[in-house]
């Protein structure tokens, strides 16, 4: 596994996000095997292209061509519905292109979103009680740099 010629593979992050005054808890699972090296970006500074020791010795016949793939699985105890994860869901690309990530002609990407709140939701015998979060409070989920933006809805 190589992430922008670096040693890639499996890592996660998590963070919480406040929202009425509930605490929720985002986490993402990476499965890491994307990127060429002079597209790494950090923090908006192009360090890929400043970076040139250290590449791994691999004989591709094209080197600068994306052939990897990168595999996102987002987990949340927020009571999100479904259309709501496929925008939480959606936004995995955004965050993978700002760091230089980009699709190529052999990228197969995977980006997945569930929910923990509703811990009945597959019971078939009893009508099911369902809590979930307007849409106009999503975006603490949707943000992509969350310290550096006020959360309106935070009680802090």
């Known amino acids: 596994m190589i992430c922008h010629a670096f040693k890639g593979g499996i890592g996660t992050s998590s963070r919480k996000v406040t929202v009425d005054g509930k605490e929720y808890t985002v986490?993402?699972?990476v499965q890491a095997n994307y990127g060429v090296r002079k597209a790494l970006t950090i923090a908006g500074v192009p360090v890929g292209k400043e970076i040139t020791d250290l590449m791994p010795e691999i004989n591709y016949s094209k080197p600068d061509n994306e052939r990897g793939?990168?595999?996102?699985?987002?987990?949340?105890?927020?009571p999100l519905l479904p259309h709501q994860?496929?925008?939480?869901?959606?936004r995995?690309?955004?965050?993978?292109?700002?760091l230089g990530g980009y699709g190529?002609?052999?990228?197969?990407d995977i980006f997945i979103?569930?929910?923990t709140a509703t811990t009945n939701a597959a019971n078939r015998e009893k009508v099911q009680t369902?809590?979930?979060l307007p849409n106009?409070?999503?975006?603490?989920f949707l943000w992509l740099l969350p310290r550096q933006r006020k959360n309106p809805y935070s009680m802090h």
Do not use: Q, Y
Request: charged share 15%; glycine share 12%.
């Open 27 to 29: 986490g993402v699972l």
């Open 69 to 78: 793939s990168i595999i996102v699985i987002v987990a949340t105890d927020a």
């Open 85 to 90: 994860l496929k925008r939480l869901a959606r």
């Open 92 to 98: 995995v690309p955004i965050g993978i292109s700002r």
């Open 104 to 108: 190529g002609n052999g990228s197969g």
């Open 113 to 115: 979103a569930f929910s």
């Open 130 to 132: 369902l809590e979930m």
């Open 136 to 140: 106009e409070m999503m975006s603490p």
